[in-house]
């Protein structure tokens, strides 16, 4: 198992483009989240999914846009970028148990100029 | 969802037993307690999880009061690889989980 694959690894973007962070996983876990880490500070929900068609919003949703059209895949979207969101993005997934624990991506460093 | 408080940072050498305490007055019935590790430039990964009284992986134990108002998280004999941050964390969702600011533990040679 690869586990949760997070791309690209790091990304320089201008303020206002666009631009999706991809996050797959291949556990067939039905959870999966998207976290941001700032420098010194821990990590803060952004969107969440319980399932495939599923998502909801988290602590920091503003200015990102989620979907989860398969089991497998849970892209986050950056709609107009601002320097605010330079960050490290996090994807996790965890099955259905309740005390099932999340596993993290490697992370994506992402620089908004 | 309820806040823990951890300690912001500790100092430890190689070869000793580091115990990080971390405080939740307001834990719900549902609430596990989950410690994760955290290294620089990675993901956070699971280290141990309770929910009452004492439990025991390979990697630490974790302590737990009756009143389960807090915990501490023991990591036996520390080496420089176990430097990182740790987060203790109240888990009553797996896919919900809050994050503090956690403890940077730092092991000396």
């Known amino acids: 198992n690869a586990g949760v694959t997070q791309t690209p690894k790091f990304q320089v973007l201008k303020t206002g483009q666009s631009m999706t962070l991809q996050c797959a996983q291949d556990?067939?876990?039905?959870?999966m989240s998207w976290y941001r880490q700032d420098p010194g500070m821990g990590l803060r929900l952004i969107h969440y999914?319980?399932?495939?068609?599923?998502?909801d919003q988290g602590e920091v949703p503003n200015g990102y846009n989620v979907s989860r059209s398969t089991t497998e895949d849970f892209p986050l979207r950056l709609l107009s970028a601002a320097p605010s969101q330079t960050s490290v993005y996090f994807c996790?997934?965890?099955?259905?148990?309740?005390?099932?624990?999340?596993?993290f991506g490697p992370g994506t460093r992402l620089t908004v100029l | 969802l309820a806040k823990t408080t951890q300690p912001i940072s500790m100092d430890s050498y190689e070869g000793q037993e580091v115990n990080i305490t971390c405080s939740h007055n307001?834990?719900?019935?549902?609430?596990?307690i989950t410690w994760y590790q955290q290294f620089p430039s990675q993901g956070p990964r699971f280290i141990i999880q309770?929910?009452?009284t004492k439990v025991t992986n390979e990697v630490a134990s974790l302590f737990i009061p009756a009143d389960r108002k807090s915990s501490t998280l023991s990591l036996p004999r520390v080496s420089l690889s176990d430097t990182a941050v740790y987060y203790c964390?109240?888990?009553?969702?797996?896919?919900?989980?809050?994050f503090g600011s956690g403890t940077r533990l730092l092991v000396r040679p």
């Open positions: 996790a997934s965890s099955g259905r148990g309740y005390t099932d624990t999340q596993y």
């Open positions: 556990m067939n876990h039905e959870y």
């Open positions: 999914s319980v399932g495939a068609g599923i998502t």
């Open positions: 307001n834990i719900a019935t549902n609430d596990y």
């Open positions: 309770g929910y009452k």
């Open positions: 964390l109240l888990d009553g969702s797996s896919y919900k989980l809050i």
